[in-house]
């Protein structure tokens, strides 16, 4: 019987409550304005909306509290949403539910009369504090799925303005650099465009933005075509080494680097270079290439169809060799080059005596006409080898 007149007691109060909500509100929006310096220095969250949000929160929580049907938490969601969309953090929309809890205890407890119906006050206190707690949980999650929707939506414009660019579709000058200070990029450049194969679907460069970032280079990036494209803002004064170094550190696969670029309109045309340039890098590689470092490897690159013809007719029969030798005299030739046309060192690198070094060069003068020691038959086979290791043929 006493549980049943506390209860009944309660109702009574909370019922007084309800029917001074719009007075009650006032108070609490001015608590809320006054005690979160985020709602009182807010520019884009109105105080009507403020106090619309407030009534309906202050409604839910008063009726939830006398019980009868479970808690309708739209009001709680729909102010979560409202908060987010008006850049009000989730620390002082969940500040503002814990205000709520304690400015209507305090008006309870200001409500009764005798020490019987504190006790029995006291005893609903979690009470209050657990319809608080569903509710402001409630507006936190509606907040932070509008935040991801921001997000989403955020990262969607900002690819296609990046897109724009790299395809050459901006409409005009005016447009490009329009978009370069949306993308909050350094518009005193210069610019790069940097191109990363993307292979089994792993990310190509993890952790780039924030390396480049740190060394300050602003970068955008997109995916696109089984590609991540990105474009960079680097500071003048770091060298031109830097960013094909930095992305060279964590490359997972093929990246090409266009040359720098001043203008965002010729953003198109330096894609284009990095797409080439990555194709300069032998298939499988993990690493950087920048566009006219190797003028042969991006004449292959460029012309893939002619790459190929050109080494079928240099290098011909040896393409034809067992796989086991062809490898073996096609690495020795690589090593002969990268060596400087030294026999010796290139018996070094390779851990074999010098003898069979000339061996194998002999072998490959056999199989295609060209020795290695006239000049132009050496620059036929150095054009037609780097082909093979562009993919140009198949090995």
Not at 61 to 81: E, I, K, Q, S, V
Not at 238 to 245: E, I, L, V, Y
Not at 247 to 259: D, N, P, Q, Y
Request: glycine share 6%.
């Amino acid at each position: 019987m006493t549980t049943l007149l506390a209860d009944e007691r309660m109702a009574e109060l909370l019922d007084r409550l309800l029917d001074s909500v719009d007075p009650l509100t006032d108070e609490l929006t001015d608590e809320i304005v006054g005690g979160e310096h985020s709602y009182a220095e807010s520019t884009q969250l109105s105080h009507e909306q403020l106090r619309t949000a407030v009534h309906d929160n202050l409604r839910t929580l008063l009726t939830a509290l006398r019980g009868g049907a479970p808690t309708n938490l739209d009001a709680p969601r729909a102010a979560g949403r409202l908060k987010a969309e008006q850049g009000i953090t989730l620390a002082a929309l969940l500040h503002a539910f814990r205000m709520a809890g304690r400015f209507i205890w305090d008006r309870l407890l200001a409500m009764v009369l005798d020490e019987d119906s504190a006790t029995q006050l006291l005893h609903r206190a979690s009470d209050i504090w657990a319809v608080i707690d569903e509710c402001s949980s409630a507006a936190a999650e509606a907040y932070r799925a509008t935040v991801e929707e921001q997000a989403r939506r955020d990262a969607a414009a900002r690819s296609i303005m990046l897109t724009t660019l790299l395809d050459g579709t901006a409409e005009n000058n005016s447009s490009a650099w329009e978009i370069v200070r949306v993308l909050r990029l350094d518009r005193n450049g210069p610019f790069q465009v940097v191109y990363a194969e993307i292979n089994d679907g792993s990310e190509p460069l993890p952790s780039a933005e924030g390396r480049l970032r740190a060394l300050g280079i602003g970068s955008e990036w997109t995916h696109q075509a089984g590609a991540l494209l990105g474009l960079l803002a680097v500071p003048n004064g770091h060298p031109a080494t830097t960013t094909r170094d930095l992305l060279g550190a964590i490359a997972l696969s093929r990246v090409g680097i266009s040359r720098p670029f001043t203008s965002p309109m010729d953003a198109s045309n330096a894609r284009r270079e990095a797409q080439l340039a990555a194709q300069c890098l032998p298939p499988g590689t993990h690493d950087t290439h920048v566009y006219g470092s190797s003028p042969i490897a991006l004449l292959a690159a460029a012309s893939p169809d002619a790459a190929s013809e050109v080494a079928h007719t240099v290098l011909g029969p040896l393409l034809t060799q067992p796989e086991a030798e062809r490898s073996v005299l096609l690495d020795t030739l690589d090593t002969w080059f990268t060596t400087g046309g030294s026999t010796t060192r290139a018996a070094e690198h390779l851990h074999c005596h010098r003898n069979t070094v000339l061996y194998r060069l002999n072998r490959i003068t056999e199989l295609t006409g060209r020795r290695t020691t006239d000049a132009a038959s050496s620059a036929e086979l150095y054009i037609a080898l780097r082909a093979v290791q562009l993919g140009s043929v198949p090995r």
